[in-house]
């Protein structure tokens, strides 16, 4: 089984609970549930799904601790860290993409360097 196929199947345990939320320290911090492990669970799949990851997902999933708290809490035992860690090498390796206007920022800030 590939990553993404394990992200998929990892995702499809989630019960929409939210006990998870109690515990992560990014959550309070971010303007929605994106920033919480329940949020982050929908993106990665929704990212492996579409095969993109956009401006908020990019953000869901670069501003996760890997703390693996969530994990503890979840009746699932879902491994948010290991999902989140798992589309960031999905994501260095180009097999999810940025969408474009993404890039010609990151590429306009470095030549700005
Ligand atoms: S691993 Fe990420 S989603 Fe889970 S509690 Fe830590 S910061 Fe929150
Ligand atoms: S605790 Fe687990 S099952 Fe419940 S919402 Fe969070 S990730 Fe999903």
Known sequence: MDEAQ???REAEKCL???FCEAVCPTLPL???RGYGPRGRVSIAAEAVTRGE???EALASIYTCLTCGACTVKCPSA???ADMVKAVRRLYASGRLRAPRAIKVKV???AARR
């Open 6 to 8: 394990w992200i998929l």
């Open 30 to 32: 971010g303007p929605h």
């Open 107 to 109: 590429v306009a800030r």
């Open 16 to 18: 929409y609970c939210g």
């Open 78 to 80: 879902i491994p948010v």
């Open 53 to 55: 990851l956009g401006p």
